[in-house]
């Protein structure tokens, strides 16, 4: 499974980079967008997003695709979706959880602190 | 690897954390989702031992977990293997570890969850599947 641990560790490197996010986070909203829509929001020119945009090519978490002289960039969900679905839902479930729980573990401390006092 | 890490500052010692982590007893204070009843909660501590748990949600849909300790140093750590039963949602295995860390108010807990490799394996292959698929439905829709 070279490949596959290869293509992670691009989809991980290509994440790394907060335009990039960026990016990924608009194209999320929209479903598609040509390059100089996405370049807009940024402080940066036509260029530094071309190349943003070969990153996140290579790590497969863009398509682009060329109509005349217009550029469609669309988010490629499969990677990004399955990672981010699996995060969300066990994110709100474990945290939940985990105020239980330490809810319950702090009322076991005051009890044994009590039980501690009345056996001295 | 996806991996999910939660912290929480507990005030309580490690044991008690511990205990709570990991005991039958403990587990069924804490477990279900909402404030629907914990039907069932099974637990042998000890490397190779196993779990099992099931709930009830407030909607009436019933879900259960099980898996395997994997690792038991108490009251440090504890690292269990997971899984859904049925599992439409998350099928496979996934590992869940909980860290916990003396400090002055109590016990500081690192909580992680990952996806195991075997899991993206799964997963890469469906993505091998879809992507056939879609050449073929391309290849069918353009006549050739």
């Excluded at chain 1, 929001?41 to 943003?52: E, R």
Aim: glycine content about 6%.
């Amino acid at each position: 499974m070279v490949n596959h641990h290869e293509r992670l560790d691009r989809t991980f490197a290509a994440l790394v980079d907060p335009t990039r996010r960026a990016i990924l986070e608009r194209l999320e909203r929209k479903d598609s967008a040509s390059i100089s829509e996405l370049a807009e929001p940024f402080a940066i020119k036509l260029p530094a997003v071309m190349k943003h945009l070969d990153v996140l090519d290579d790590a497969g978490l863009v398509t682009r695709s060329k109509s005349g002289r217009t550029v469609t960039v669309r988010l490629r969900p499969q990677p990004m979706r399955e990672a981010l679905a699996w995060l969300r839902r066990y994110e709100r479930f474990w945290s939940g959880r985990l105020d239980m729980l330490a809810a319950y573990a702090e009322s076991k401390e005051a009890e044994a602190r009590r039980k501690g006092k009345k056996g001295r | 690897m996806t991996s999910l890490t939660l912290v929480r500052r507990i005030r309580a010692r490690p044991a008690i954390v511990f205990d709570a982590v990991t005991t039958a007893e403990g587990i069924a204070h804490w477990w279900g989702p909402d404030a629907g009843p914990v039907l069932l909660s099974e637990s042998d501590p000890r490397v190779g031992g196993r779990y099992r748990l099931r709930f009830r949600m407030l909607d009436g849909t019933e879900h259960e977990s099980s898996g395997e300790f994997l690792e038991v140093v108490r009251p440090e750590r504890v690292v269990m293997s997971w899984r859904w039963k049925g599992g439409l949602e998350d099928p496979g295995e996934s590992r869940v570890e909980i860290r916990l860390r003396a400090i002055p108010e109590g016990t500081e807990l690192i909580f992680t969850h990952a996806q195991l490799h075997d899991e993206e394996t799964r997963r890469s292959h469906e993505e091998g599947w879809t992507c056939s698929l879609d050449k073929l439905e391309a290849q069918t829709a353009t006549g050739t």
